[in-house]
């Protein structure tokens, strides 16, 4: 319901919903699939939508944040036009957060991304791997970390 509810009234002269996209950065290939992307008066905003438990809602949108800034990134790269707005839809509450598109923000991580990549081609060991601190409960692999620190 809340995802009609946030579609009622709206209209848009393009809508692509879970487009794909495949981009080079670097010497790497980055491929992912954005929800949706809507184009009104060659205005362009992104939608990421999600079904999380709103427990610790901050947490979530500083989660996913890098997520939202690298579609935008990906769209203005495949398309060569900016994005003007990129928000979260949480199903749960019905609630729109828009996250920040700054040249900075944007910068910031696809510098992240770059370094990740580059970080994964030359460390192959696992000891390369060891635990984040500044892991926390959203992470997929914050039970493999708490483990692997009792036995670093």
């Not at 709206?10 to 950065?25: G, L, M, R, S």
């Not at 996250?99 to 990549?117: G, P, Y």
């Amino acid at each position: 319901n809340n995802y009609v509810n946030y579609l009622q009234f709206k209209e848009y002269d393009e809508v692509y919903k879970e487009k794909p996209f495949y981009i080079a950065t670097d010497n790497s290939y980055i491929s992912g699939i954005i929800d949706r992307i809507n184009i009104v008066d060659n205005e362009i905003e992104i939608i990421d939508i999600k079904t999380n438990r709103l427990v610790e809602k901050d947490n979530l949108i500083n989660y996913y944040k890098p997520q939202l800034l690298f579609y935008a990134y990906a769209v203005e790269k495949v398309l060569g036009k900016k994005v003007n707005k990129a928000s979260i839809l949480f199903l749960e509450s019905g609630e729109e957060v828009d996250i920040d598109l700054s040249k900075e923000s944007m910068n910031k991580v696809i510098k992240a991304v770059k370094d990740f990549i580059k970080f994964v081609e030359e460390n192959s060991e696992i000891k390369d791997y060891l635990p984040n601190n500044e892991c926390f409960d959203y992470c997929q692999h914050y039970n493999l970390c708490e483990k692997m620190k009792l036995i670093s």
